[in-house]
């Protein structure tokens, strides 16, 4: 094979394994939407006869719904099986206003959008706070009660005898021409949907999903995000279903039922949720087959239940997510891992590049010596331990302050309560003047508190680069600007502070535990914090490394950061803060200067006779 058709072919086999994938996807992958599209604007001419075309309409339909179901399933992990009773109430509002109150096709159809977002919204405000099963559980209490509400509005909906003669879109009324303005209205979302994972919801969504506590701490307000993504899910799922009521022509509350719910579930996992393609595959392959074998419901069922026994053994991920995967592998074998996207930039010996980083960005100009935090009596106790027992710190702008203890002693949870992942506690707290009490995590994100955790919580499908991405979401451009990605020269100093341009494009969960913990350190300085909080970053770093992160801690402080430093690495420990706080069993036994921290009695007995200062 020539060098040119070699390179042709890996660039195609990288271009399909990335254009599968919904994550992420790269600027130009939304070209697979041309190939998906076109397949299905010929498959008319190649299987002709109305039913056929029937089926296929259904299966685009159900594929929109689908879509609007994977934006909660796969990019937040949430198993909805509300989805069918939600396109079911589209096609109500649709079949209502048109046969009931004469209302235009077109209008009544913009109702059904409409009314499906809300109910969407109705559902996401209940239950966004609960999560994993709590979630499902109340997705299907909502399918039931739809199922319920419209049997029993007999005059309203006909009840359990369902509503007949169903109009179809003016100049759509025949087989052929639904099918084209179901595939019209499933480009536009498949479009959306690629939008969407490229977009900033579409970022804050995956670090959700991946971890909920590490989102908020980097400023992603979960609740609202969930709630925008569960009522965008909806109104997509409203577009299927005018379309459906339509398609169908005559309807019963059973469509909303709990198995239809189910039913769209597995189309998504069949076909592979999160990726671009996977949705309408699933439809179709699932829809297809067990339509052609509509003739004995006992095969039906039975290659129904084969066909998901069969993916959900040999195809992990779903059909297109394994594909993806498979291609993947091959891109990555023929050409390498990908370059890095990012520019080099030139970076000099000293912070001529780094000004991109000064907390100076937020809140005005550092003033040195000045009381940024401070915490009063902070009492935290689970049941009968108590973490932090009052304890009182304060921190002032241009200075590294230590947080130093034996193993149990409270220091995590203390960074807890001042990052506001932990609750419940007592006392007082302010930063930037504000009464920390009354904000939460992503709101203190916000104001300027940035941190690391002392366990790697990190995006670990992800790459370096996408994580520092998704931790530099408050930093994006303003609203209007064509890139949602903050500027190269941000991340690029990131990059450089921390070593890892090297690493830009490859995945976390690969990186040794060192260079996490620099994504980590990394992601914290995404956050541009005025404030950070550092929870034994240099536990597990080589002895090369540590200089380079010594360096780094030095630079912010002289730009006026705080950083409030819990570490085991006494020598390192010492050698960078200016002042030092020492607990034990949750309390305060000693502050002051690391000379006199190591010469006070309290502290060697508790803590540094143990150590190997
Ligand atoms: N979620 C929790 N539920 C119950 N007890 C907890 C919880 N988190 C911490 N604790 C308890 O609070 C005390 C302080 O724990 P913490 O993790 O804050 O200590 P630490 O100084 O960070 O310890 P280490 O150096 O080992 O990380 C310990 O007794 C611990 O068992």
Not at 53 to 76: K, P, Q, R, S
Request: proline share 4%; aromatic share 8%; charged share 15%.
């Amino acid at each position: 094979m020539s060098v040119m058709s070699k390179a042709v072919l890996t660039r195609a086999a990288s271009g399909l394994s990335a254009g599968l994938r919904s994550r992420e996807p790269g600027r130009r992958e939304w070209l697979i939407i041309v190939p998906i599209v076109a397949v299905c604007a010929l498959l008319p001419l190649v299987i002709q006869g109305r039913y056929e075309v029937g089926v296929m309409t259904l299966i685009l339909i159900y594929a929109i719904a689908a879509y609007g179901l994977d934006l909660v399933l796969g990019h937040l992990g949430l198993v909805s099986v509300a989805h069918a009773a939600l396109l079911t109430v589209g096609a109500y509002t649709l079949v209502i206003l048109t046969t009931k109150y004469g209302v235009g096709y077109w209008w009544a159809a913009l109702a059904g959008v409409g009314v499906t977002t809300l109910a969407g919204l109705l559902l996401a405000g209940i239950t966004m706070r609960s999560r994993g099963h709590y979630f499902s559980v109340s997705s299907l209490a909502f399918a039931a009660v739809t199922v319920v509400v419209i049997t029993q509005w007999t005059s309203l909906t006909n009840g359990a005898s369902g509503i007949y003669a169903i109009p179809t879109p003016p100049g759509f009324d025949s087989t052929i021409s639904l099918f084209y303005l179901s595939l019209i209205v499933l480009t536009a979302v498949l479009v959306a949907m690629f939008l969407l994972t490229r977009s900033t919801l579409g970022r804050n969504l995956r670090a959700i999903q991946a971890d909920e506590v590490l989102a908020a701490s980097l400023g992603i307000n979960v609740v609202a995000t969930k709630l925008k993504a569960f009522t965008v899910s909806a109104a997509i799922v409203g577009l299927a279903g005018p379309l459906f009521a339509s398609w169908i022509s005559y309807i019963t509350p059973s469509s909303a039922s709990i198995m239809e719910g189910f039913n769209l579930l597995v189309y998504v996992i069949i076909g592979g949720s999160a990726t671009l393609a996977g949705p309408l595959v699933g439809v179709a392959l699932v829809v297809g087959v067990t339509e052609a074998f509509r003739f004995t419901e006992l095969y039906q069922t039975l290659i129904f239940s084969g066909i998901v026994f069969l993916v959900l053994l040999f195809f992990r991920g779903g059909v297109v997510g394994s594909v993806a995967r498979a291609w993947s592998r091959v891109a990555v074998r023929r050409r390498g891992p990908e370059p890095a996207e990012v520019p080099e930039v030139a970076v000099g010996p000293g912070p001529v590049a780094l000004p991109h980083l000064s907390p100076a960005d937020r809140g005005g100009p550092a003033e040195p010596g000045k009381v940024l935090f401070e915490a009063r009596s902070l009492t935290k106790k689970y049941g009968g331990v108590t973490a932090v027992s009052d304890v009182s710190l304060a921190a002032r702008e241009g200075e590294i302050i230590g947080v130093i203890g034996p193993n149990g002693a409270g220091k995590s949870t203390l960074f807890g309560l001042i990052s506001g992942v932990v609750g419940g506690w007592s006392g007082s707290a302010s930063f930037a003047g504000r009464d920390l009490r009354r904000l939460a995590v992503h709101e203190r994100a916000r104001l300027g508190i940035g941190r690391t955790f002392q366990t790697n919580r990190l995006l670990n499908d992800e790459t370096v680069l996408q994580n520092l991405v998704t931790a530099a979401y408050l930093h994006r451009p303003a609203r209007g600007s064509r890139s949602a990605d903050p500027d190269d020269g941000f991340l690029n100093t990131i990059l450089d502070l921390t070593g890892l341009r090297a690493k830009a494009n490859e995945v976390v969960s690969g990186l040794s535990i060192e260079e996490q913990k620099l994504v980590g350190v990394g992601m914290a300085l995404a956050v541009r914090p005025r404030m950070l909080l550092l929870d034994e970053p240099f536990a597990g770093l080589r002895e090369s490394e540590t200089p380079r992160l010594m360096r780094l801690l030095e630079w912010l402080r002289d730009q006026g950061m705080v950083i409030l430093l819990v570490e085991h690495k006494m020598r390192v420990l010492m050698s960078l803060c200016s002042h030092v706080y020492v607990l034990d069993s949750g309390q305060l036994i000693a502050e002051g200067s690391p000379d006199q921290i190591v010469n006070d009695p309290r502290v060697i007995s508790a803590y540094l006779g143990t150590k190997n200062a």
